[in-house]
């Protein structure tokens, strides 16, 4: 990178973006403001009020040290080690995917079914936890919501198990390193939610350097057709769930329809697919009949 001239948060500022647009990064400038608000300790909107502030040395070199690893394709959250997600602060590393926006409209599609939240007690299996945003995010909204949260990455959990005594839901939720079929009780659940992996093997190396290069490939790769783990969620709720419990996916782009068709056919009822905020069909949820 070339060197920071002006040590001032504008100058920084202004040298950061156009040194990361030639890069070709996404969106430079709210990269760039996050690390400053890091830097500056503020929320990355109000960076800007800080423009006339001058950095310290070491400030500086943490910032040129940032920008050099955003250069390389990492993406911003690693670096700072955490992302937002349901406006709370979950902690991100290398071991697990960073929780998207489009996985909140999942979350919230699952709040906001009412008649599923009745019980003093409601049984919520998260599959393929990762960082245990889901899982923590539904615990603090819904204190009667008892979870299991379950992943094949022991790696991922011993994250999410953080995340989840940092938000203070740890005695709601139970961890444990399985996949679904491992831990069946039948009909003992009353909601099963999942953002399970889903890129067609295929399609691996078409994927964004910033996805391929840095997240873990178990979290996203969903074998030949991108569904096969979908699948294998969708049966295994359909032994798990009680008679009118909730299931909730997460699929990709261009899925959505396929698996809509595919739990009707396992013998789902209300079966229903809901677009995220770009419009895109991301989320099918059903009933078990
Ligand atoms: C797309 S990530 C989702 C992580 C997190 N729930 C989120 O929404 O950000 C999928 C997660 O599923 C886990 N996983 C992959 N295959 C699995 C399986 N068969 N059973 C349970 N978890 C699995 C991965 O380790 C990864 O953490």
């Known amino acids: 990178m070339t060197e920071i001239q002006s040590h001032t948060v504008g100058g920084i500022r202004h040298k950061t973006v156009g040194y990361l647009g030639g890069k070709r990064l996404e969106s430079p400038e709210?990269?760039?403001?996050?690390?400053?608000?890091?830097?500056?300790?503020?929320?990355?909107?109000?960076?800007?009020?800080?423009?006339?502030?001058?950095?310290?040395?070491?400030?500086?070199?943490?910032?040129?040290?940032?920008?050099?690893?955003?250069a390389d394709g990492e993406p911003v959250q690693y670096i700072l080690g955490e992302t937002e997600f349901m406006g709370h602060r979950i902690k991100v590393d290398r071991r697990v995917l960073i929780p998207r926006p489009e996985t909140e409209v999942l979350v919230s599609t699952v709040l906001a079914c009412a008649e599923l939240w009745k019980q003093p007690e409601v049984r919520v299996t998260d599959v393929g936890t990762g960082s245990g945003c889901i899982a923590v995010s539904i615990a603090r909204e819904r204190p009667q919501a008892r979870?299991?949260?379950?992943?094949?990455?022991?790696?991922?959990?011993?994250?999410?198990?953080?995340?989840?005594?940092?938000?203070?839901?740890d005695g709601q939720i139970v961890f444990a390193c399985a996949e679904m079929a491992d831990v069946l009780e039948p009909e003992t659940v009353d909601i099963v939610?999942?953002?399970?992996?889903?890129?067609?093997?295929?399609?691996?190396?078409?994927?964004?350097?910033?996805?391929?290069?840095?997240?873990?490939?178990?979290?996203?790769?969903?074998?030949?057709?991108?569904?096969?783990?979908?699948?294998?969620?969708?049966?295994d709720a359909m032994i798990a769930l009680r008679e009118g419990g909730g299931l909730f996916l997460e699929v990709g782009a261009g899925q959505a329809q396929e698996v809509a068709s595919m739990l009707e056919s396992c013998d789902y009822r209300d079966v229903a697919v809901i677009r995220d905020l770009a419009g895109c069909e991301r989320i099918v949820s059903a009933r078990r009949g």
């Open 193 to 235: 939610v999942s953002n399970p992996p889903y890129v067609r093997s295929f399609d691996w190396e078409r994927l964004a350097p910033q996805v391929r290069d840095y997240e873990p490939r178990v979290a996203l790769d969903g074998g030949k057709s991108g569904l096969d783990i979908i699948a294998a969620v969708a049966e």
């Open 30 to 70: 709210i990269a760039c403001d996050l690390l400053l608000a890091r830097l500056l300790g503020c929320r990355h909107l109000e960076v800007a009020l800080h423009n006339a502030d001058v950095l310290s040395p070491p400030r500086v070199e943490a910032m040129r040290r940032a920008v050099k690893r955003l």
């Open 147 to 169: 979870l299991l949260a379950l992943d094949i990455s022991e790696e991922a959990l011993e994250l999410a198990r953080e995340n989840a005594a940092k938000l203070g839901v």
